[in-house]
């Protein structure tokens, strides 16, 4: 008997702890649980502590409330030029309505997949591949657009569509390799032929640039140089003018410019003007007492004789300067000919002699006196 009444009481205990199990229920954080009362919806349990009637209501579904993401497995598209892509798409969603989403369709999730390769195909059907691969956010958008007016109804929020990867043919794909590889090609070509173009241009600017420049240069040192010897010769000619110099000047510094026309290392046949000779005639003709020229009287501070030995001396001076050259030139002759002067029997060169150099007779380069 009192086994009985102890297992009794053991059972009353135990269903006690059973039915104070089953009328509380915690529902945690962005999950929301359907709760039935003999087959019908009752009510939605929120976050929290909630309380049931035991054994007659029972929880149905538990809903996460969270956004998810699916990723659904590539699906074969047929574009508008019958070509076969491979499309990747990535779904992001969220249960608005707990009710719906449980009574309105048996498994939304698979709906919503079938929903979007549908929509999918109709979008790309009507797309060529090149287009097709450079519309993702048009054709993002129209998904986005037609999954959330269908699955409203289901409780659930279609809040974005990615499509993931779009996949040509192998051959397709190495089709489009080439063609870009080309168009780089091409694109690069143009680039180096631009950057030729403008460095030919540049350089070309410069050596104008360059040219102009050098040659305005060249014309002002031309022009400042001209001006200069203007200068110059401006200079001297009044200088000149204004000393207003004598003939007898004149002559004696043409007698001492005699030596150094001979030292020419390059002078090898010297031959005696007759402007020379005429003007040491006068020059002879001055020194001689001829004092009657006009405006040119010498002073009677001048020593005559002095000036007569000062132009002796330097007409000896020039006449042996000339023998001296005279004589470099027969030997420079004879070095060159090997004799074949004498062998043919051509006259050796006379020298000036002193006298036509100091005035005597007026003497050409055929070395005989000029007559009268």
């Known amino acids: 008997m009192e086994v009985a009444i102890g297992v009794l009481v053991f059972v009353i205990a135990l269903f006690a702890v059973i ?3 089953r009328s509380v229920r915690i529902v945690p954080q962005q999950r929301h649980d359907v709760v039935e009362r003999l087959g019908k919806y009752k009510r939605t349990l ?8 035991p054994f007659i209501d029972t929880v149905r579904t538990k809903v996460d409330m969270r956004e998810n993401v699916v990723s659904f497995p590539p699906q074969p598209v047929i574009t508008s030029d019958n070509l076969v892509v491979s499309i990747d798409t990535v779904l992001y969603f969220k249960v608005v309505d707990p009710v719906r989403a449980t009574y309105e369709i048996a498994n939304f999730l698979q709906a919503i997949e079938q929903l979007t390769v549908t929509t999918l195909r109709n979008v790309i059907g009507s797309l060529d591949l090149e287009r097709a691969l450079t519309s993702r956010e048009e054709i993002n958008r129209h998904l986005s657009g037609v999954l959330d007016e269908t699955t409203g109804r289901w409780g659930v929020k279609v809040t974005r569509v990615e499509i993931k990867a779009i996949e040509p043919p192998p051959s397709i794909r190495d089709s489009m390799e080439k063609q870009m590889r080309a168009e780089r090609d091409r694109r690069a070509a143009i680039l180096t032929a631009e ?3 403008q460095s030919q241009i540049l350089t070309a600017e410069g050596d104008k640039q360059s040219a102009v420049l050098r040659a305005d ?5 031309r022009i400042l140089t001209a001006e200069g010897q203007a200068k110059a010769i401006r200079t001297v000619f009044n200088a000149i003018h204004e000393a207003n110099p004598s003939q007898k000047v004149l002559a004696y510094q043409y007698l001492q410019a005699l030596p150094q026309i001979a030292n020419g290392s390059a002078n090898k046949v010297w031959i005696v003007p007759t402007e020379l000779t005429k003007a040491l005639e ?3 003709g001055a020194l001689g007492g001829l004092a009657n020229m006009v405006g040119d009287l010498p002073s009677s501070t001048v020593d005559a004789g002095a000036v007569e030995r000062e132009a002796a001396a330097a007409a000896e001076a020039a006449a042996k300067e000339a023998a001296a050259v005279d004589a470099q030139v027969r030997a420079a002759e004879a070095q060159v000919t090997g004799g074949d002067r004498g ?6 060169p006379e020298a000036v002699p002193p006298s036509a150099a100091l005035g005597g007779a007026e ?3 055929t070395g005989e006196p000029e007559r009268a």
């Open 343 to 348: 062998a043919r029997g051509l006259p050796a």
């Open 363 to 365: 003497y050409h380069t």
């Open 46 to 53: 929120s976050p929290g502590l909630n309380l049931l009637v």
């Open 282 to 284: 006068g020059v002879g």
């Open 217 to 221: 240069g060249d014309r002002q040192a």
């Open 195 to 197: 950057g030729v173009k």
């Open 19 to 21: 039915t104070l199990l």
